[in-house]
């Protein structure tokens, strides 16, 4: 649904009836992976894959006007390893279109932005094949303020703490404008991880407190584009 987010069905209380009864080769096509973030709802009966930090996986059935979350009895009945479903979902989700830009600064600071009317672009932080000819060995900073983007900045270079000002900005900004609000926070992706950053701006600036991986992965990038 182009320009906000499917209704959701499923969590709480779980659709009942065809749908949940199809086999596994009808409803594979139309598995994608939505981003969520923890907790999930109490008594929420969904399928989910941890992603790290606060933010999960949820295994959805993506028909024409909404979503329905697919239930661990429905993933255990089709008989398939959790795995294959899950990488299937995946390559589902990556399939969809998206607009990679870049956003620069007055001061040449670079911020990367991926886009689109998808409520499922977030998800390709699990997989960020479009940008890796620009991600650094030593991992990026990345945010996901609603479903439909990506931001990130590279670790290092001259403009670093400009452009991750710039990235602390954007995301406040596109967590309230929505729609399908994510997350306000910052993370650190390196080495198939992800962990939180701690970064603010009050009126004194950016407050920036790495944590030792990170610190360490910045002087490791010192003088690095």
Same mark, same amino acid.
């Given at each position: 649904?182009?320009n906000?987010?499917h209704?959701?069905? @499923?969590g709480?209380a779980?659709e009942q009836g065809?749908?949940e009864?199809?086999?596994?080769?009808v409803?594979?096509?139309q598995l994608?992976?939505?981003?969520?973030?923890?907790?999930l709802p109490?008594?929420?009966d969904?399928?989910?894959?941890?992603?790290?930090?606060?933010l999960?996986s949820?295994l959805? !059935?993506e028909?024409?006007?909404?979503?329905? #979350?697919?239930?661990?009895a429905?993933?255990?009945r089709? @008989?398939?390893?959790?795995? *294959?479903?899950?990488?299937?979902a995946?390559a589902?989700?990556?399939?969809e279109?998206v607009s990679?830009?870049?956003?620069?600064g007055?001061?040449?600071?670079r911020?990367?932005?991926l886009? @689109?009317?998808?409520?499922?672009?977030?998800?390709?932080?699990?997989?960020?094949r479009p940008?890796?000819q620009?991600e650094?060995?030593r991992?990026?900073?990345?945010?996901?303020?609603?479903? !439909?983007?990506?931001? #990130?900045?590279?670790?290092?270079?001259?403009?670093?703490r400009?452009?991750?000002t710039?990235l602390v900005e954007?995301? *406040?900004?596109?967590?309230?404008?929505?729609p399908?609000?994510? #997350?306000p926070?910052?993370?650190?992706?390196h080495?198939?991880q992800?962990?939180?950053v701690?970064?603010?701006?009050?009126?004194?600036?950016l407050?920036?407190?790495? #944590?030792?991986?990170l610190?360490?992965?910045?002087?490791?990038?010192? @003088?690095?584009?």
């Amino acid at each position: 649904m182009a320009n906000g987010d499917h209704a959701e069905s @499923g969590g709480q209380a779980p659709e009942q009836g065809p749908l949940e009864q199809l086999d596994y080769e009808v409803l594979a096509p139309q598995l994608k992976l939505r981003l969520a973030r923890k907790p999930l709802p109490p008594g929420a009966d969904v399928v989910s894959w941890v992603v790290g930090a606060d933010l999960a996986s949820v295994l959805v !059935h993506e028909l024409p006007d909404r979503l329905r #979350s697919v239930t661990p009895a429905e993933l255990d009945r089709w @008989g398939r390893d959790h795995g *294959e479903v899950q990488a299937r979902a995946l390559a589902n989700t990556l399939a969809e279109p998206v607009s990679e830009h870049a956003l620069v600064g007055p001061q040449g600071q670079r911020v990367m932005v991926l886009r @689109g009317d998808s409520p499922f672009v977030a998800t390709r932080l699990l997989e960020l094949r479009p940008w890796r000819q620009l991600e650094p060995a030593r991992g990026l900073i990345v945010s996901v303020p609603n479903r !439909h983007t990506l931001l #990130s900045v590279g670790l290092g270079g001259a403009q670093f703490r400009l452009a991750l000002t710039s990235l602390v900005e954007l995301t *406040e900004q596109l967590h309230g404008a929505g729609p399908g609000p994510l #997350s306000p926070a910052l993370y650190f992706l390196h080495a198939g991880q992800l962990e939180p950053v701690v970064a603010l701006i009050d009126e004194e600036g950016l407050q920036f407190a790495p #944590s030792a991986e990170l610190r360490a992965a910045l002087a490791a990038s010192t @003088g690095e584009d």
